[in-house]
């Protein structure tokens, strides 16, 4: 029974959770994170120690590092001798802390990302600075514990005479707890502490006064006052942090980019290759060549652009797509009384505060207690040389050591301790002048003793001290800011231009969804016949165009596409064009309605959406820019079965046509439809009965006066002309477009609406094309037939008809 007791029976994630908590918290606290108060992780911690107690200063010559590494381990972090050699070098390199603790003669890495030499070949010692983080250590500033085989005593934290976590900030991942606090510049950080301690309950906005914000050693551009404040007040923060970038112009009316700051642990041959991989892959056009012609004199990348390049569309783009702009996300955790904890500025600050308020007190009580020991010796003295002469005979008749020093303690009432003073004094010290040396150090100590004791029983005293010492450090250290800050993140926008070379060639869509661009040599190499199309597929679009512009591709089920032109995949004019599915994915079953190409998405254009059950939508081309072009997009919402008939581009003053598979027509005005959103469903737009549906949906310009071609199911083709109908208004029933048969009436297939140069191709169910003329048939009226141009029973019932796409070129006109 007893031995079953032993055991407990736990839930498996219980004991993970508890062993997984106390294994994170304690390598969080030994080795993550660092500690609110000095800004040092234990190994950093151990090195600066270790380097102290080695008299390894920055007075003195440089030493090997690889000593010091040994020191380190054999003493205080029994760990891998590559990790402690690499916080070593960290602390050296001056484009990751702002103030380096850590001097270094020989390669210390670069801000490329090359490795530093091995620790045999490298000399170091502390930097000036790090004395501050040391001084006083010996006065019992800060509590010591013994290191890991109990041999000598470590510090827990170093008096950090500056405020360091801020000054130099920290970056960190551990288990369960990452941290990232930026470097600041320690002349404003100094400022901030001195205003909390004046004022302490400063907030976030006055203490921003006094701290701008980060200061990275290598510079650069901070975005993003809301940010940073955000940051200060929560601990957590993002602001933009960007190079240093310059457009110069050289001969040749050339320009070119300099840039001589990047953003804050960023490696810059990685930068510069990134950069030279975007101009070989032609993602962006206009940079011909980029140098990094960085120097002992300071860092330079040159970016060469072209003749008549964009400079600032290419430096925005290269802001967007590369390194020379980053996020950068605060993310302030420090070990804050044993537990690692998310820190504002303001706790920060009081952290350390608190931090140097114990310093300084156990500083003043070590001090004080040396002054009282030392006066009670001087005093002991004093008195000894009053009497010398009785002294000496007195320790003259004695045996030896210890039994003068009870002699003199039993006659003349010394402690123990002046009584030690008084057997050790040497001869010399027994000249008259050195009673007066005695009392002037007498006085001395009684004024540090008044003064000591004063400092601890007054606050504002003890604060005052640790104002005028920090003070002095801000005269010694600081430096010019480096880091500049704007209070916007700029919003960046990248012309099309700078991405892509601007081209016009030649783009065929076909209805079953076969997409290209060609080249206008291939084009015209072909002389534009020959096209490549499979068979009982037509084509919808033939359009002369730019690769600066984009096309819409509409289809049956209310979706679109859109597609930049240079998306598209460049394929010869005898070749079969890309299908659509392979750009974005569609449904199947889905075909494509039209394809509009578009220049610019003006707000004083529409699209005008027919649709096979009677609704008509009328929105805002502008709305139809989409940023997305993964996959298809909502053009018109669809009810039930609907699908969409036609898609047209108004400038809102055209004319409406609609004709229905009962030979209804409806004529009326673009302005009956109103404006709604890209995802409405649109109105009614003409009245059909069961089983009627709408064929086509035409639009035409007001002030001309176009023909209508009408094909039935039958193979009848009639041509109309507009003063057949009357303009009405919309949702009415229309008016009937064919005499009515009573044994097997024409079904009408489409209506187009054509000029003289158009010519309507009707294809039948048994695969039959013929193309007709418009022109070449007699203007009818509304009660006849028209003319059959096929025989139906032979060739099957007409499906589907269509006017010949002609080669256009739709921009042309704009820009003459």
Request: glycine share 6%; with cysteine.
């Amino acid at each position: 029974m007893a031995e079953a007791e032993k055991f407990l029976d736990l839930p498996l994630e219980e004991v993970l959770g508890d062993r997984f908590g106390r294994y994170s918290k304690y390598i969080i606290q030994e080795r993550a994170l660092p500690d609110a108060r000095d800004g040092l992780k234990p190994v950093q911690r151990r090195i600066l120690y270790a380097m102290h107690q080695e008299k390894n200063t920055h007075d003195k010559g440089f030493r090997k590092s690889a000593k010091t590494v040994g020191t380190v381990i054999g003493n205080y972090h029994p760990h891998g001798d590559s990790s402690v050699y690499d916080a070593m070098v960290r602390l050296s390199q001056d484009w990751k802390v702002r103030k380096s603790l850590v001097e270094m003669h020989g390669n210390n890495g670069s801000v490329d990302g090359d490795p530093p030499a091995a620790m045999r070949y490298t000399e170091a010692r502390l930097s000036s600075i790090s004395s501050e983080l040391l001084r006083d250590i010996e006065k019992e500033t800060v509590e010591h514990i013994p290191n890991f085989d109990d041999t000598i005593e470590e510090p827990t934290v170093l008096p950090a005479k500056f405020p360091n976590l801020l000054a130099n900030g920290s970056t960190g991942i551990s288990a369960g707890y990452a941290t990232e606090i930026p470097p600041h510049n320690l002349g404003e950080v100094i400022d901030a502490v001195i205003m909390r301690i004046d004022k302490p309950e400063a907030t976030v906005e006055e203490l921003m006064t006094k701290l701008k914000g980060p200061d990275f050693p290598t510079g650069g551009i901070i975005q993003g006052i809301d940010g940073l404040k955000k940051a200060y007040e929560t601990g957590k923060g993002k602001i933009v942090l960007r190079g240093k970038a310059e457009i110069q112009s050289v001969r040749g009316g050339r320009e070119q980019i300099i840039i001589d700051e990047i953003p804050f642990e960023v490696n810059k041959a990685t930068l510069v290759k990134r950069m030279d991989e975007l101009r070989l892959d032609r993602k962006v056009e206009g940079i011909s060549e980029v140098r990094d012609e960085t120097d002992r004199t300071g860092m330079r990348v040159v970016i060469e652009l072209k003749k008549d390049a964009n400079s600032e569309g290419v430096l925005n783009y290269l802001y967007k797509h590369t390194d020379l702009q980053i996020a950068y996300n605060f993310n302030m955790v420090a070990i804050h009384e044993r537990t690692p904890k998310l820190l504002s500025l303001p706790m920060m600050l009081d952290a350390y505060i608190l931090h140097q308020q114990e310093v300084v007190t156990r500083q003043s009580i070590f001090d004080l207690n040396k002054a009282k020991k030392r006066a009670h010796i001087v005093e002991g003295l004093i008195k000894a040389i009053s009497i010398l002469d009785e002294v000496i005979a007195t320790i003259r008749a004695s045996k030896d050591k210890q039994d003068a020093k009870q002699q003199l303690i039993a006659a003349y009432g010394f402690t123990e301790e002046q009584a030690e003073a008084i057997v050790t004094l040497q001869l010399y010290r027994l000249t008259n002048t050195d009673i007066t040396e005695l009392q002037t150090e007498a006085e001395k100590l009684r004024e540090q003793i008044a003064y000591l004791e004063s400092l601890l029983a007054d606050e504002r005293k003890l604060f005052k001290v640790i104002k005028t010492d920090l003070k002095a450090m801000k005269k010694k250290y600081n430096d010019n800011r480096l880091t500049d800050i704007e209070d916007k993140v700029e919003e960046l926008k990248v012309d099309l231009e700078v991405t892509v070379a601007s081209e016009d060639i030649v783009v065929s869509v076909t209805k079953d969804g076969y997409i290209k661009r060609t080249s206008l040599r291939s084009y015209g190499a072909s002389n534009g016949a020959d096209l490549a199309i499979k068979d009982g597929d037509h084509v919808l679009r033939l359009m002369e165009i730019n690769t600066t512009d984009t096309i819409l591709l509409f289809t049956n089920l209310g979706k679109y596409l859109y597609i930049p032109v240079h998306k598209l995949p460049d394929i010869r004019w005898k070749d079969l064009g890309q299908h659509i599915a392979n750009i974005v994915s569609i449904d199947k079953g889905e075909y494509l309605v039209d394809a509009i190409p578009i220049r610019e998405f003006n707000d004083d254009q529409f699209l005008i959406f027919f649709t096979k059950n009677g609704m008509v939508k009328k929105s805002e081309l502008q709305l139809y820019q989409a940023t997305r072009h993964s996959k298809p997009l909502v053009a018109v919402n669809l009810k039930g079965n609907d699908e969409v008939v036609d898609v047209h581009v108004t400038d809102g003053q055209c004319d409406i046509f609609l004709a229905s598979n009962k030979a209804y027509g409806l004529w009326y005005h673009e302005s009956e439809v109103n404006t709604v959103g890209q995802r409405a469903a649109g109105v009614k737009a003409i009245q059909l009965k069961e089983g009627e549906e709408v064929v086509s949906g035409q639009v035409f310009s007001s002030d001309k006066d176009p023909s209508l071609i009408l094909t039935t199911h039958r193979a009848a083709v009639k041509r109309m002309k507009l003063k057949e109908f009357e303009r009405t208004t919309r949702a009415k029933r229309g008016v009937i477009m064919l005499r009515e048969l009573k044994k097997d009436p024409h079904k009408v297939v489409d209506v187009h609406v054509v000029s003289s140069q158009d010519a309507v191709v009707i294809k039948s169910a048994k695969g039959k094309v013929s193309t007709v003329k418009p022109m070449d048939f007699k203007a009818n009226d509304r009660y006849s037939n028209g003319s059959y141009i096929m025989d139906s029973d032979q060739s099957g019932q007409i499906i589907e008809t269509w006017v010949e796409p002609i080669y256009s070129t739709p921009f042309k006109k704009d820009e003459s």
